[in-house]
């Protein structure tokens, strides 16, 4: 049964326990599998899914008369959805293109900023137990949206092979341009490192569990990533007006995910949370999920009873959710007063789902209180930030003497000369 604390009873740590321990031996067997994949290439991308997907996979890329079959046959009312949701993402995400500028207001200085794609990027798309085309979606769109030419997704199969057709369905609407057939720790392998089949990229994004986190947060810097992401959080925040069967359902759409993930409701009303409390017991019991969501209940979850509204937002702030809905009568009064949140979700009718899936902004979030200092995924993840300057010798020559006084004060003598060098074409440059 998810308990009930009152707010000024726990500390700042006991807001929310995010210690969460991986198995002492991840990081090793994330080593082997790395390592396997960077010397045996595509046959060690075959071992490791057979050992860990129980699949054979003679062919690692889905073809494309694969991928377009998917989407012709798929049923029509799932396609249209599909359709609707990526027509969504675009909208939103396309708000994000960012301009490049020019600053020129100074006679011989031009100054400015540009903005260029990431050239090759890998999505990681879980399996559980179907691979998730919302997640190919929120990542494949904005990659798209800002320019990047190669986009390409990995999924464990099946154990017959094969990916599911509402997954390369989403492939092919969100513009992929290629779709493999491998997942885990060895798909981050052969995006970071490059197989005979899988392109080396420049960039890993998407979720996956704790050996596609390790393997993301071992390859970093050869290529980047987008996060290291954690178990899915949810945290209501509401007053005493909500439908308690409506939180529960909330808070239970995020704890079925994982039986690491949390889900804690904030309130100021008593009655609220001892409501909410029998109602995820009830719908608890007919989950098909049931087993996964109560560990996360029991293990992770938490109803907080606060004194006001206010106190309610102290405590959202401290645990910095990835999901937060603030369900009260006027949330848009509350929206400026949250500080650290990855997606808030406005109102009694905004439901968690609705992101997930179907509104636009982006799903993939920060999590394990990340939000404190990082951003969903965004068209700012696939693009590079470039400055260029330029001043003509009758711009540099007044600032010659200002830069090497402070070359050398930083013990930087070919940085002085560099600039004194071209004050006067025919001057010496006094050592």
């Not at 890993?204 to 954690?230: L, N, S």
């Not at 109602?279 to 606060?306: F, G, H, M, W, Y």
Request: hydrophobic share 45%; charged share 20%; proline share 7%.
């Amino acid at each position: 049964m998810i308990p009930i604390y009152q707010f000024a009873d726990l500390s700042p740590d006991q807001i929310l326990n995010r210690d969460i321990q991986a198995e002492a031996d991840v990081g090793a067997a994330v080593d082997e599998i790395l390592t396997g994949v960077r010397e045996g290439g595509d046959e060690a991308l075959r071992a490791y899914t057979r050992r860990f997907d129980g699949a054979e996979i003679p062919d690692l890329e889905v073809s494309p008369q694969e991928i377009e079959a998917a989407w012709s046959t798929l049923d029509p009312d799932f396609r249209s959805t599909l359709e609707l949701a990526a027509e969504n993402i675009r909208h939103f995400h396309s708000q994000q293109v960012h301009r490049d500028f020019v600053v020129a207001d100074r006679p011989g200085i031009v100054m400015g900023q540009r903005y260029t794609p990431i050239q090759r990027v890998g999505v990681c798309v879980p399996r559980s137990p179907e691979a998730f085309p919302s997640t190919i979606l929120m990542n494949v769109i904005p990659a798209r949206i800002a320019g990047v030419s190669e986009i390409y997704v990995v999924t464990p199969p099946r154990p017959d092979g094969s990916v599911s057709a509402e997954a390369l369905a989403a492939a092919y609407i969100a513009g992929a341009t290629r779709v493999f057939r491998v997942g885990g720790a060895q798909a981050v392998a052969a995006l970071a490192y490059g197989t005979e089949t899988i392109p080396q990229v420049d960039k890993i994004v998407g979720p996956g569990g704790i050996f596609v986190a390790t393997a993301k947060r071992k390859v970093f810097g050869r290529v980047a990533i987008d996060m290291i992401a954690g178990p899915s959080e949810i945290l209501v925040l509401s007053d005493g007006g909500s439908n308690p069967r409506w939180v529960a359902a909330d808070l239970l759409s995020q704890a079925e995910h994982d039986v690491r993930a949390c889900a804690v409701l904030v309130t100021n009303s008593p009655a609220l949370a001892q409501a909410v409390q029998a109602e995820v017991e009830t719908q608890l019991a007919s989950l098909p999920r049931c087993e996964v969501a109560r560990k996360a209940i029991d293990a992770n979850s938490k109803i907080i009873v606060t004194d006001s509204l206010e106190q309610a937002l102290e405590a959202a702030n401290r645990i910095a959710p990835e999901h937060l809905e603030l369900c009260v009568d006027d949330p848009f009064a509350l929206l400026p007063r949250v500080r650290n949140a990855g997606s808030i979700f406005l109102g009694r009718s905004t439901p968690e789902a609705l992101g997930d899936y179907l509104a636009g902004p982006n799903h993939t979030l920060p999590t394990s209180g990340t939000a404190r200092f990082s951003s969903p995924l965004s068209v700012d993840d696939f693009v590079k930030k470039s400055s260029f300057l330029y001043y003509d010798q009758a711009a540099l020559s007044p600032v010659a003497e200002r830069i090497a006084d402070f070359a050398r004060r930083e013990g930087l003598e070919a940085h002085a000369r560099s600039a004194l060098i071209r004050r006067q074409s025919n001057e010496e440059v006094t050592p």
